[in-house]
């Protein structure tokens, strides 16, 4: 946690700690005292572990504060108590939990009369979950600790239930026995627990509040808490391998509780949020195949998929709670069915598309959802009682009726196809079986109805200003289910001879016409071809797609790709994974050896290197001193030089009329007098450098090859105040220095490291602002008319 790894201790909390006579009220005005307590400051927890603190706190956090107080900052303290005492600090946890006193002080809160204030309930509710629910970094021995303490001062309490059933109404304390049969942690504790409420008769008070005689906030929350219950109990018992016996589970679920509970519900006093509230936990105990509630809507609830897909052989056959609690609903199912003819009293609804009078209510849309539930169990006994009594035809004449209720529109068409699938399925009893589809198709005159609305919808669409009905999509879906029952099964023979002739010939022609239409229009794709489903295995729905590019991109787009490597290459000087196994210095590098190469230009390439060794011969002697220095000068970088200093003609022209030049301005002087010349013989002295690789040049002697270039015969490695002529070359030598020659006797004084190391130090002393300026640069570097010898490229 942040506080816990990054949180500074703050110096003004250890002052104020300090004092001897600081109060609480004090030390909670402190602005960071929550971070001081998470991280556990010790002089911090020692004082709030003083027993006249800890009471104070207790205090604080039960008892309601002084009306007189602003209402902006009434139950700032209050909230800061709860906060100190949940902080989840091992020291104060069993501080509270081991002070009887304390813990008395607390349950107290539970004795005052209805309502409580719901902020301090929470606040009560929080404080003993902090002590009761263990944190996954919750050190085990203290958490052991102090939920024993607290669970045995509850068992102590002999009214400790009836009190919490006495304020269920605030859903703080709602929240408390949810954590008291469902977060308890260790086997021994939890046991512990779930023996003492089952004792207590927990089940039994709680669905004893759904009596109408109680009120409706309580009613909520009773079925909220049972059916939380029922659905977590039920998912840790699949998710553990080896479950404990949930008593508590097991009385929720036996066949006496859901007696008692529609005993409850259907008593003569007809209370809507009672009825709802007992049929929502009659659909949790129906819905076994999803125990983590994660349904959303009907198409999810009861194990219920897509309908389209769902065959007879994938269904889920029902587990024995489901077939016990349906078989313990089914002697209730007359006084449903009478509710959905007689609901309780509601006043009309005026809606946009007219007044309801009276609307269908939340009573008779949640009895359609358990007739849905109960249809989906594949029961023949529940199949037989609803088509003796006529539920479905009851459902239908409601369907027709609100024509705008979708919610309605579902559940009954839900109904209807649980019915088909169920009759069409079970071969246990015919008789049943015979007496629903009658029911469906000729009391309920089911084909009739469907027809019967087709065309009424189209009468009223052909209208000014009509509208097409709010249930036609619903009625299609039903339509289809029909058609797909009598395809799979013997639906067809049943309709063809209990149906009459001229109802089953209009719809053969509906189907055949109108409703094929009608499916061929909806299963068109929006957009187009709906994509391939991909899974690891298969990575064809990622192929690479081929976008038309311009001719341009696509020539500009080829100088930057990379050559493609053929697998011969690939096989032959791969390495295998192997090949790593036992250390650098065992790498198969020696499969190189077995490679065979062309040797077709051998000649030309020791011809060129002959070349180039010949150019430059003897002229390692003379560096042997400059071996270990980084900026020994090469050619390349002479000419680069060359190129960023100014000519040295053109800086003796600009300073012919000084009177400060020196002996080599006036050398300098006379070297240009004599290469004053024409404007042809200067090209033919100019260095020119050819731009084509030489090494891919076949033959460096061809035509296109680039000549000698022969440039002024001054030694170039004679003083500059007494040049040496030597006379020119000829043969095979012509364009060549002559490194034999007199000139080069005096090498070594002329290049001593001295020197060098001198000329090093004036040109690394050299501002970066004098480079521009001709006049200021002094540089030992020759140009390019002091050399005498010619280069081939």
């Known amino acids: 946690m942040f506080w816990k790894c990054n949180y500074l201790s703050s110096p003004h909390i250890e002052v104020l700690l300090n004092k001897e006579d ?48 602003d209402e902006r900052a009434r139950y700032k303290y209050s909230n800061i108590a709860c906060e100190l005492l949940t902080c989840d600090v091992p020291a104060l946890n069993e501080r509270l939990a081991g002070d009887e006193a304390l813990l008395g002080k607390l349950y107290a809160f539970l004795e005052a009369d209805c309502p409580l204030n719901p902020l301090l309930a929470s606040f009560f509710s929080k404080t003993i979950g902090v002590l009761v629910a263990r944190k996954s970094e919750q050190n085990w021995y203290s958490y052991q600790f102090t939920c024993l303490q607290v669970l045995e001062f509850l068992k102590s309490k002999e009214n400790c239930i009836s009190l919490l059933m006495k304020h269920l109404g605030t859903s703080a304390i709602m929240d408390l026995v949810l954590k008291l049969i469902i977060h308890v942690q260790g086997p021994e504790m939890k046991q512990n627990i779930l023996n003492w409420l089952d004792s207590q008769q927990v089940v039994q008070c709680l669905v004893g509040l759904l009596d109408p005689s109680v009120d409706a906030q309580r009613h909520a929350n009773a079925s909220q808490l049972l059916c939380d219950v029922i659905k977590m109990s039920r998912e840790k018992q699949l998710t553990t391998d080896r479950p404990e016996p949930d008593p508590i589970l097991n009385t929720l679920e036996s066949p006496e509780t859901v007696s008692q509970l529609l005993e409850h519900i259907l008593n003569t006093e007809k209370c809507e949020t009672a009825i709802v509230g007992g049929i929502s936990v009659l659909l949790a105990l129906l819905d076994c195949n999803k125990p983590n509630g994660s349904s959303v809507g009907i198409n999810k609830t009861f194990g219920v998929g897509d309908q389209a897909e769902e065959t007879s052989g994938e269904k889920e056959q029902p587990s024995k709670i489901v077939l016990s609690t349906s078989h313990a609903i089914l002697p209730y199912l007359k006084d449903l069915h009478n509710l959905l003819l007689d609901p309780p009293q509601k006043p009309s609804v005026k809606t946009t598309a007219g007044a309801l009078d009276p609307p269908l209510g939340n009573t008779r849309l949640h009895i359609a959802k358990l007739l849905a539930a109960l249809l989906a169990t594949n029961s023949g006994e529940v199949n037989k009682e609803l088509a003796n009594l006529g539920t479905l035809e009851v459902l239908l004449d409601l369907f027709f009726k609100y024509t705008w209720n979708n919610f309605l529109h579902t559940q009954v068409e839900q109904c209807l196809y649980y019915a088909l699938e169920s009759e069409l399925n079970n071969t246990s009893d015919e008789t049943a079986t015979h007496t629903l589809l009658k029911h469906i198709f000729v009391q309920c005159q089911l084909l009739e109805k469907v027809l019967k609305a087709w065309e009424e919808n189209e009468t009223q669409q052909s209208k000014p200003g009509g509208r097409r009905h709010g249930y036609m999509g619903h009625l299609i879906k039903i339509a289809n289910h029909i058609v797909d029952h009598a395809c799979k099964g013997p639906l067809a023979d049943f309709i063809k001879e209990h149906v009459p002739e001229e109802t089953a010939s209009a719809w053969d022609a509906f189907v055949t016409n109108t409703l094929s239409e009608i499916n061929k229009k909806h299963n068109i794709v929006l957009g187009g071809t709906p994509p391939v489903d991909s899974n690891t295995e298969d990575d064809t729905a990622y192929q690479e797609i081929a976008f038309q590019q311009p001719q341009m991109y696509r020539m500009f787009s080829a100088d930057f790709q990379l050559p493609q490597m053929s697998p011969q290459f690939i096989d032959n000087y791969d390495i295998h994974d192997d090949e790593f196994g036992d250390g650098d210095e065992n790498l198969h590098v020696d499969r190189m050896n077995n490679k065979t190469f062309d040797y077709s230009n051998e000649k030309v390439f020791k011809r060129v290197c002959a070349q180039k060794s010949n150019a430059f011969d003897g002229e390692d002697e003379a560096w042997n001193d400059h071996d270990d220095d980084d900026d020994t000068p090469t050619f390349d970088q002479e000419v680069q030089k060359d190129k960023q200093w100014p000519c040295k003609d053109d800086k003796e022209d600009e300073s012919k009329g000084d009177d400060d030049n020196d002996n080599n301005d006036d050398d300098a002087d006379n070297n240009d007098d004599d290469d004053s010349k024409s404007s042809s013989e200067k090209k033919e002295v100019e260095m020119e450098v050819d731009t084509m690789d030489p090494w891919t040049s076949p033959d460096v002697t061809s035509e296109g090859a680039a000549a000698p270039v022969a440039v002024d015969a001054v030694n170039p490695w004679a003083c500059s105040s007494d040049p040496t002529t030597a006379p020119a070359p000829s043969g095979d030598d012509a364009g060549w220095a002559d490194f034999g020659n007199a000139g080069f006797a005096d090498f070594e004084a002329n290049f001593s490291s001295q020197d060098v190391s001198e000329n090093k130090e004036t040109d690394n002393n050299v501002p970066p602002s004098a480079l521009g300026d001709s006049e200021n640069v002094t540089t030992n570097v020759p140009t390019t008319s002091e050399y005498n010898f010619s280069v081939v490229l």
Do not use: A, F, W
Request: glycine content about 2%; aromatic content about 2%; charged content about 35%.
């Open 22 to 69: 600081v109060s609480l009220h004090e030390v909670m005005d402190e602005e960071n005292v929550l971070e001081e307590c998470r991280i556990q400051n010790k002089k911090l927890i020692d004082y709030l572990s003083r027993p006249d603190v800890m009471e104070e706190l207790v205090t604080l956090t039960t008892v309601e504060p002084s009306g007189e107080l």
